[in-house]
């Protein structure tokens, strides 16, 4: 038997489904989530110490490092690279 791919991709079947775009949205927020979570382990930073440098509190900090949680801002997101000497680069696609 032929072992050739048939049928869509799973971006195609996401897309269909119209959940792309949240699916999209959630990957970019582990993502960042991630990355900050290395800056500060690499700066050895405190979630305590990340939110004194971000000038909030250490639930905002504890929102912004959950995966699933999508509800933190632009704004957050900026401080909080700005807090572990990063830049935020948001690009349209």
């Known amino acids: 038997m032929d072992e050739q791919h048939v049928g869509s991709d799973f971006d195609d079947f996401l897309r269909n489904e119209r959940l792309l775009d949240d699916a999209e949205a959630a990957a970019a927020k ?3 989530a991630f990355q900050i979570a290395q800056e500060m382990k690499r700066a050895q930073l405190t979630k ?7 000038k ?6 504890d929102r912004l490092l959950d995966p699933s949680n999508r509800s933190v801002t632009l704004s957050t997101l900026g401080k909080a690279a700005s807090a572990v000497g990063k830049t935020l680069k948001v690009e349209l696609t």
């Open 48 to 54: 305590t110490e990340l939110a004194q440098r971000m």
């Open 30 to 32: 582990r993502v960042v």
């Open 56 to 61: 909030t509190s250490r639930p905002v900090v």
